[in-house]
């Protein structure tokens, strides 16, 4: 496996391959990797993400999975790196985390089996795919200001390939507490369908980001809030929450709400409000990040 990061470094955006604890650019200059300006490791001309994938959030949820995926879209003003500050706006309640597994599209994709799509594959980073429920009301159709606003898609650190997807754990912490808990096993639909799905009628190209669902256990966080998303290979991509220094215009649209269905989303099912947090799911396997 190759792992590649994009740093700032002279106020230039560079390329640089990891190796061990430093990151090396073309001409060998080596730069410790926790002491980088990090950058997101990809640059997409779009950023597109299934809904529900895991059997643990189907289940969270109380629902079931559709016959087939269904998705949404995430601006490419919401990317965000490793080590960035994910902004929570003023008036805002609901901002929820949800690790997840970006995959990477390394041509131009178009009309492809599952089996084609898997050599269209560049690699995979790490997401944080965090949703502002408060505008969820007005949103849910397109999840556009929920899933969208700025600074709410953290990937990286690094861009990882050769990376086999299947059989991997995923975990997100919050504050060093693990908070959500999966394996890639509980996809029901894995990388190359997503790909293939998606080109069906949309062309991807290189650098493309498809977000690959999360398990169950998304919550809330709160500004001051330290939030790590580690998947097995790929490594761990941590983000701070912090207070933004302009409230949602109340002159303006829709304003943050605290409706029932925002309340139960954030809080983790679709069960009768009752303003209190509910149980995380039980967990039916040990984490590879613990052996």
Known sequence: MTETRRILLGGVATSVVREGDHLVTGDGRRIPADEAHHLPPVEPSKIICV?????SRMEEFMTRLPPAPTYFHKP????????GEVV?????????YEGEIAIVIGELT???????ARGHILGYTVANDYGLHDFRDTDAGSMLRVKG??????????????WDHRHKAIRTLVNGEVRQ?????????????????????ITLLPGDVILSGTPAGSRPVEPGDVVTVEVEGLGALTNTVVEGSHPVRPDVGAQPSESEEVVSTALGGDWEFRGVRPPMPTRHYVSKFDE
């Open 88 to 96: 929570r706006p003023p008036r805002c309640r609901y901002l929820n």
């Open 76 to 83: 490419t003003t919401s990317l965000n790196s490793h080590m």
């Open 149 to 162: 606003s700025d600074t709410l898609c953290p990937l990286g650190p690094g861009l990882v390939t050769d």
């Open 51 to 55: 809904h529900l994938n895991y059997r």
């Open 181 to 201: 808990e999966g394996n890639t096993d509980e996809m029901e639909w894995d990388m190359a369908y997503l790909v293939a799905d998606l080109a069906r009628t």
């Open 110 to 116: 178009y009309d492809v089996s599952p089996e084609e």
